[in-house]
């Protein structure tokens, strides 16, 4: 079929599809890159979700003393304050509860609770509470 001719070089082979050494390196570095944003983006992600997540079971630990607090006899209440600390079971965190208890006048109390984690101090939930005996609440 194709035979040479005398004095001729053969026809170079043409080149094999493919990719080169070089291309295969910048896309390997490419996705390297994307992969490290966003595993970046994910840890920044965690970070805030469990910053959240303290601040909620914060709320919702001094809702639940001030609910106790609140249920006991006005009289019951004595100008007080106290620290308590609870280990929260889903977070394995310990969680501070300060309470303090203040008579305003015969008929009328403040109660101030602040709850908060030692990892997350500046994520404190604070609540007051006027209770009138009077009122009844």
Request: charged share 30%; with cysteine; hydrophobic share 40%.
């Amino acid at each position: 079929m194709n035979e040479l001719k005398k004095g001729s070089l053969p026809k170079k082979k043409e080149f094999l599809s493919g990719f080169t050494l070089i291309e295969v390196l910048i896309s390997f570095s490419l996705i390297i890159f994307l992969l490290m944003g966003m595993a970046q983006l994910i840890l920044y992600s965690l970070r805030i979700k469990t910053r959240t997540d303290c601040g909620l079971i914060s709320t919702q630990l001094a809702s639940s003393k001030l609910a106790t607090l609140k249920s006991l006899p006005f009289e019951g209440l004595r100008e007080c304050s106290k620290k308590e600390i609870i280990k929260e079971e889903r977070t394995h965190k310990d969680y501070h509860i300060k309470w303090k208890i203040q008579e305003m006048d015969s008929t009328m109390k403040k109660i101030e609770i602040t709850c908060y984690t030692e990892s997350f101090v500046p994520k404190k939930a604070q609540l007051v509470l006027f209770l009138c005996k009077e009122l009844r609440f």
